[in-house]
């Protein structure tokens, strides 16, 4: 049985072919113009889609969109990136073009059923996805479906309080908040390993985190501990409410790699009740950047079934 899958990002929009088994088949990906719109990305959509639908002669689409999104009808609340989908009703509008059953979920949770079927959480049973980039987004698989909760509900990780002044996750964990935290700790000590290797940049100064923790950088150092250790706070209450097997790190600060992930770990047990230490094991994601096209397919598959 072949499928189909959509990742509609503020970044990036891939279509891909493949199986219930998650393997990719056919891509076809475009970077996105934030300047055409959402009109510009259904443009593309509609004319790579009766492409690969003539080619590969799928039974299910489904679909990961990077906002709020009601999933039970596909239509889109909006795009805090893109504008021009407000009230977008894209499931109705994709099965005015396919034949098949389509299938549409906010990507955060969409990645979350990618990584708990065929990444990093496989074998696990709950699987609690964060995913780390502009913003904070969550998911939480059990027994191999998401998790929804009440309309409007969804694991949203990113808008956990940190404390009762209102700050959130994403005030502190999102990559903008971390590229700040890294700007303002390169101002107090510009002779940095951390300082010398941002030299220059004007933004995302996070991606340059890895490369000071591989030299060691003290700067570097005290960042991913901060950092760290707020997200531990957040996932200790997922923890004490849900108890994931298994808490999956994905998204653009997750490509520190290692020591991002045993940061979080070794924190986590110091927020969480006695009896429930040492906690989940949390991973990477092993997916990479396919945990969205690939739980595409695997929301496709629940389509079908």
Partial sequence: MTLLGIEIGGTKL?????D???RILDRRR???DPSAGGEGIRARIAAALPELVAEHGPAALGVGFGGPVDWQTGRIECSHQVAGWHEFPLGDWLRGIVPFPVAVENDANVAALGEALHGAGRGSDPV????????VGGGLVVDGKLYHGAKPGEAEIGHVRLDKSGTTVEDR???????????AAIAADPSSALARLCQGTTSGEARHLAAALAEGDTTATAILAEVADDLAFALSHVVQLFHPQVIVVGGGLS???DPLRAAIAGALPRYVMDSFRPGPRVALAGLGEDSVPVGALALAAAAVR
Avoid: E, P, T, Y
């Fill in 128 to 135: 609690f996805w964060i995913n780390m980039g502009s913003g």
């Fill in 173 to 183: 964990c999102a990559g903008w908040a971390v590229d700040r935290k890294i700007r």
């Fill in 30 to 32: 475009f970077s996105v």
């Fill in 255 to 257: 490509l520190v790699g």
């Fill in 14 to 18: 891939q279509l891909v072919a493949g």
């Fill in 20 to 22: 219930a088994q998650g």
